[in-house]
């Protein structure tokens, strides 16, 4: 399974994003789309799951409200994550993987860089 994040950039704060993560070919053994960040000098944090089937999503309380996880049901390996009200604190790189529970991931993608600036 390839994973591939883009979507990031350079956005003033307040603004939006939306991430998209594509994955090469379903397989049975990950059970959640999940997207994680890295801020720099920090380690990488959980931010949203989604399960595969579509009808359960998962947040981290910091991104709860501001965040939100999709996936294109016509794509069912294209996984979104709309990012509003961004922070300056928001900044990271942001990784998709498939995951057999919410955080535990076999496949990861490359990241993609998100910047927010103030």
């Keep these: 399974v390839q994973l591939q994040a ?9 603004g939006s994003l939306r991430l998209s993560c594509a994955a090469s070919v379903r ?22 799951a989604m399960n595969w089937r579509g009808d359960r999503t998962y947040y981290a309380d910091s991104v709860k409200g501001r965040f939100t996880i999709s996936r294109d049901n016509t794509i069912k390996n294209m996984v979104y994550l709309q990012i509003n009200s961004l ?19 076999g496949y990861w993608g490359q990241g993609t860089q998100v910047t927010v600036s103030s």
């Design 87 to 105: 922070k300056p604190g928001d900044t990271a790189v942001y990784y998709c993987a498939a995951c057999e529970t919410r955080t535990q991931c």
């Design 6 to 14: 883009s979507g990031g950039g350079l956005v003033q704060a307040g």
């Design 27 to 48: 397989t049975f053994t990950w059970n959640y789309m999940t997207w994680f960040h890295q801020a720099p000098g920090k380690e990488r944090e959980f931010v949203a």
